[in-house]
């Protein structure tokens, strides 16, 4: 079989599942799904840009993620006037204290000659430093927490369509990327491992921590939308009028007052679906872009230097390529997809919740879309984000039909039954550790394997 037609049938199939899954439960559900799929997807495309083109192994996910959460609110919630005006100039001053202090500390480390003399002049500039920017930090902090805490306590965000954040998260994504390769990406694979896990854990812990930014985990909830709201949906007259036309065969065989009431109904779950269309209109206008440019870009020269790079450093290193800088490169644009990605997730959710953040969802679920779809193939990682999404929602249910199916012929008070059924969310580990062994075994490139085509052909 092709690898285009094997690539058209698994598609095929998800969007049979999909289908499926919009008869037996609901199309709500189907289209919340695949929204989720969307993202995923997109998440799983930046880690495969640095896993499958590069080698890079990022298991830092989580804390670039959160990173674009953290966007969405900096970008779309209203500046706190308050809390401006009574920190601003302390803000200001820490922030010139700490610039101040790296400057003075990249100077002292080239112009100092190696030695004690070096050491020393850099420990007290960064202390002297650090207490510095804490002098004046320390209090701005305070004043910008108490200006109503229950309901603000931080200092906003730029008052911005909450679309921007999709940008805005992928740059900032990507300049903690640039800090974080600068220093870890001259590690060996296992210790790279090890140092953007610690790193994310690191992002995470400030989010909740540092409430003046994004609340901690107060949470900042009530985000603004880039699509129309439910309920003002239900109160257009243009709306509802599309509503009444779509439906006009089940309205006309009821009296005037059981139109009323169908209608309504109609309406309400109607709005429900139509946000969830437009929300899928715009991710999958992303996920397109994203995976047009990494397609061009892997099948371009510079595609074809990172690959081999990846399979090869030395090689390459001998041929006159700069290993680390393609590294880097490579490890910044990953990161600002995943950045990306984060902040549509938050879009979606339309709050901010740092303690949601966790490696099972948002590093493990990953990277097993990457390798069950296919490292190295594009299309691999969207069909991966898009498959192993669906076995994560869809197996709860599943499970607990197997559970009640299985134990039928238990009475329905039998202990047993009753534990095995309120327990049978965690059928989702069994199915995902199902899934991953039984494509490592069949097929251990992946669903879809990367298919490495020789110039010219």
């Not at 601003?88 to 100077?107: D, K, N, P, Q």
């Not at 870890?184 to 909740?208: M, N, P």
């Not at 065969?249 to 709005?271: C, H, K, P, Y």
Request: charged share 10%.
């Amino acid at each position: 079989m092709s690898s285009t037609l094997k690539t058209q049938l698994a598609f095929a199939v998800i969007a049979l599942l999909l289908v499926i899954i919009g008869l037996v439960q609901s199309w709500n559900v189907a289209l919340g799904i695949l929204n989720l799929c969307l993202i995923s997807a997109v998440m799983a495309l930046g880690v495969n840009m640095q896993w499958g083109y590069a080698g890079l192994l990022n298991v830092g996910v989580m804390g670039f993620a959160a990173l674009g959460g953290m966007s969405a609110v900096l970008v779309s919630q209203a500046p706190i006037a308050e809390a401006w005006q009574a920190s601003w100039a302390r803000l200001l001053i820490s922030a010139l204290c700490f610039s101040a202090t790296i400057a003075v500390s990249i100077v002292c480390y080239r112009k100092i000659a190696a030695g004690r003399n070096r050491n020393l002049a850099l420990a007290l500039v960064i202390i002297g430093g650090l207490a510095l920017t804490r002098f004046f930090f320390d209090p701005a902090v305070t004043a910008i927490e108490s200006i109503e805490p229950a309901r603000t306590g931080f200092l906003g965000g730029m008052g911005l369509p909450i679309i921007f954040s999709w940008v805005f998260g992928g740059i900032v994504a990507a300049g903690i990327a640039w800090c974080i390769g600068k220093v870890a990406l001259g590690l060996r694979a296992d210790y790279l491992a090890i140092a953007t896990l610690g790193i994310s854990e690191i992002i995470l812990a400030v989010l909740k921590n540092e409430d003046w930014l994004t609340r901690g985990v107060k949470n900042v909830t009530g985000l603004s939308r880039p699509v129309p709201y439910e309920i003002d949906l239900q109160t257009t007259t243009w709306f509802i009028d599309l509503m009444r036309w779509w439906h006009s065969g089940s309205l006309g065989t009821l009296n005037e007052a059981e139109q009323q009431l169908a209608l309504r109904q109609f309406v309400i779950d109607g709005s429900s679906i139509f946000v969830k269309f437009c929300y899928t209109g715009l991710f999958a206008g992303v996920l397109v872009i994203v995976l047009l440019l990494s397609v061009k870009a892997l099948n371009s020269p510079w595609g074809r230097m990172m690959r081999a790079i990846r399979d090869n450093e030395i090689a390459a290193g001998a041929m006159g390529k700069d290993v680390t800088r393609r590294h880097l490169e490579i490890f910044i644009i990953g990161s600002a997809v995943i950045g990306v990605a984060g902040a549509m997730l938050t879009t979606l959710d339309g709050q901010f919740t740092p303690t949601s953040y966790q490696p099972l969802r948002f590093t493990f679920l990953i990277w097993v879309m990457v390798i069950v779809g296919g490292s190295g193939n594009n299309m691999g990682s969207v069909l991966g984000g898009f498959l192993i999404w669906l076995v994560w929602i869809e197996a709860e249910p599943i499970g607990v039909w197997l559970m009640a199916f299985g134990t039928g012929w238990l009475d329905e008070s039998n202990a047993i039954r009753i534990h095995l059924i309120e327990n049978a969310q965690h059928m989702r580990l069994f199915f995902m550790g199902l899934v991953l062994l039984l494509v490592l075994r069949f097929s251990p490139g992946g669903i879809l394997p990367e298919v490495v085509r020789k110039q010219g052909s």
